[in-house]
């Protein structure tokens, strides 16, 4: 059975950065596309990234430039690289593979 571990949340001010990381079990990553998610209080659960077996990435505008997704097959890891945060980049970030999904993890950034 797949599992998907999110880590690497936390409070930050605005402007900082953080990594999150995706670490699986069960299954290896390396022949799936990945998924970033957020979910904001009170609002949907949005996809913000995604990476696909050859490497390919696609973002939403709001972080284009700001997150980069990457991943390490060996470690059967995918990250996502947060740079410059804001506020409204606060929310529960989840990772997803197919209908497989991590528990998230609490990014807050302070102004």
């Known amino acids: 059975q797949l599992q998907l571990v999110e880590s690497g949340g936390g409070l930050v001010h605005a402007g900082g950065s953080l990594r999150l990381s995706c670490a699986a079990s069960?299954?290896?990553?390396?022949?799936?596309?990945i998924g970033w998610f957020r979910q904001a209080p009170g609002k949907e659960r949005e996809g913000i990234s995604c990476?696909?077996?050859?490497?390919?990435?696609l973002y939403i505008d709001s972080v284009k430039g700001r997150f980069t997704i990457s991943r390490d097959n060996a470690k059967n890891t995918v990250y996502l690289h947060m740079d410059n945060l804001k506020p409204e980049d606060t929310a529960v970030y989840y990772c997803?593979?197919?209908?497989?999904w991590g528990q998230g993890t609490q990014v807050t950034v302070s102004s």
């Open positions: 069960g299954s290896t990553l390396d022949s799936y596309a």
């Open positions: 997803n593979l197919e209908d497989y």
């Open positions: 990476i696909d077996t050859d490497g390919d990435t």
